[in-house]
T-cell receptor, first 113, second 113 residues
Framework: EADIYQTPRYLVIGTGKKITLECSQTMGHDKMYWYQQDPGMELHLIHYSYGVNSTEKGDLSSESTVSRIRTEHFPLTLESARPSHTSQYLC????????????FGEGSRLTVL | TQLLEQSPQFLSIQEGENLTVYCNSSSVFSSLQWYRQEPGEGPVLLVTVVTGGEVKKLKRLTFQFGDARKDSSLHITAAQPGDTGLYLCAGPSSGGSNYKLTFGKGTLLTVNP
């Protein structure tokens, strides 16, 4: 069973607010990812990390930023939220040397008013 | 960017019926994965197929990887309401140990009692 946790599960905020979505995993995985997903739609990779102090932008441009100071922690930050940021954000991790199985958190659903 | 096209996009059937969903690409993939996502949750890995022509069975689910490793199918026998969810196929975007996964748009399956 995967041990990857996201908080908050649901967040409703006003435009212009700064928010941080937390993601932690206890599996010691090197690689972590953030995906953005609209309801029932495909997943778009927005950020990924191959290890501590390593972060890269994904295929979908995003105004969010990420950091990876510790192996187990990969938070995502929006400095000034806008209604266009309303979406579900999914965090995932993967161990080195596997065939690529991703373990996902339950997601953070963000609504910006 | 390697694209994965899934069909059908939506499928609504009655309990007990059989169904097949497809994942197609013009590119060759070293492996393909199938995930199922239930509402409000993150995707969960069902299977990874690696060898062209490979068939894997998971209870009532049968997964096949095309001989040319460009396509895959998922067949469900005697579908049950618990099979309801979004079925996503995914493949590596690039080779090596640092690869990312590209996801298809998914097939949203509803099994009615």
């Amino acid at each position: 069973e995967a041990d990857i946790y996201q908080t908050p599960r649901y967040l409703v905020i006003g435009t212009g607010k700064k928010i941080t979505l937390e993601c932690s995993q206890t599996m010691g995985h090197d690689k972590m990812y953030w995906y953005q997903q609209d309801p029932g739609m495909e997943l778009h990779l927005i950020h990924y990390s191959y290890g501590v102090n390593s972060t890269e932008k994904g295929d979908l441009s995003s105004e969010s930023t990420v950091s990876r100071i510790r192996t187990e922690h990969f938070p995502l930050t929006l400095e000034s939220a806008r209604p266009s940021h309303t979406s579900q954000y999914l965090c995932a991790s993967r161990a080195t040397g596997t065939t690529g199985e991703l373990f996902f958190g339950e997601g953070s659903r963000l609504t910006v008013l | 960017t390697q694209l994965l096209e899934q069909s059908p996009q939506f499928l609504s059937i009655q309990e007990g019926e059989n169904l097949t969903v497809y994942c197609n690409s013009s590119s060759v993939f070293s492996s393909l994965q199938w995930y199922r996502q239930e509402p409000g949750e993150g995707p969960v890995l069902l299977v990874t197929v690696v060898t062209g022509g490979e068939v894997k069975k998971l209870k009532r689910l049968t997964f096949q990887f095309g001989d040319a490793r460009k396509d895959s199918s998922l067949h469900i026998t005697a579908a049950q309401p618990g099979d309801t969810g979004l079925y996503l196929c995914a493949g590596p975007s690039s080779g090596g140990s640092n690869y990312k996964l590209t996801f298809g748009k998914g097939t949203l399956l509803t099994v009615n009692p």
